[in-house]
């Protein structure tokens, strides 16, 4: 069974920082694209960053020069680093991975984890 499990998120103000966490079980981690996506109240999801299994990394143009995602194989998991963060981030963060060497759609979703930046 895999599970992806979100934490970090919180209220900070305009400017901070935050670190995600995704702790991902019952995949092959290091064959594993994992991504970070978001969901703003009223909008549809919207990806945010990816890493694929060998280490190469994708944003959103929204976020680059701000976010940098990482992972620990050793841990089974993916990080999101966000920085000057602005009150248009607030939004459920979500942690997704795909199926082992899988170039496909996310097939696993964790369960999200709030975010909110005030001005």
């Known amino acids: 069974q895999v599970q992806l499990v979100e934490s970090g998120g919180g209220l900070v103000q305009a400017g901070d920082s935050l670190r995600l966490s995704c702790a991902a079980s019952?995949?092959?981690?290091?064959?594993?694209?994992m991504g970070w996506f978001r969901q703003a109240p009223g909008k549809e999801r919207e990806f945010v960053a990816a890493?694929?299994?060998?280490?190469?990394?994708y944003y959103a143009d929204s976020v680059k020069g701000r976010f940098t995602t990482s992972r620990d194989n050793a841990k089974n998991t993916v990080y999101l680093q966000m920085n000057s963060l602005k009150p248009e981030d607030t939004a459920v963060y979500y942690c997704a991975a795909k199926r082992s060497g899988s170039s496909g759609p996310y097939d696993y979703w964790g369960q999200g984890t709030q975010v909110t930046v005030s001005s």
């Open positions: 019952g995949v092959t981690f290091t064959r594993s694209s």
């Open positions: 890493m694929g299994w060998s280490g190469t990394t």
